[in-house]
């Protein structure tokens, strides 16, 4: 099971950024896929999630309106378009889905965003 992030970078507030992760290793048509953050300090906190055919979409408060979570499943990808990003938004994100039958979090290596002038 791998997953890789990238996309991420440095960019003034209110830019964007579009985060990728490419998944393998398993039926990635058959998991929820989730972004998580974590910004120094604090605790890894759950970003938005897209549940199997993209039918259901979760966002946090804090991102909502700002951020887009989607995926191809053809291509065994889940993005997150960021827009009108902030100062707040900088932290290590990552992707992640949990593996029912081995009852395993699986989580990406992180890709950083950095929001400031």
């Known amino acids: 099971v791998q997953l890789v992030e990238s996309g991420g970078g440095l960019v003034q507030p209110g830019g964007s950024l579009r985060l990728s992760c490419l998944a393998s290793g398993f039926t990635f048509s058959s998991y929820e896929m989730r972004w998580y953050r974590q910004a120094p300090g604090k605790e890894r906190e759950l970003v938005a999630s897209i549940k199997r055919t993209g039918g259901s979409i979760y966002y946090a408060d804090s991102v909502k309106g700002r951020f887009t979570i989607s995926r191809d499943n053809a291509k065994n990808t889940v993005t997150l378009q960021m827009n009108s990003l902030k100062p707040e938004d900088t932290a290590v994100y990552y992707c992640?889905?949990?593996?029912?039958?081995?009852?395993?979090?699986?989580w990406g290596q992180g890709t950083q965003v950095t929001v400031s002038s």
């Open positions: 992640n889905f949990y593996g029912r039958v081995s009852a395993t979090n699986y």
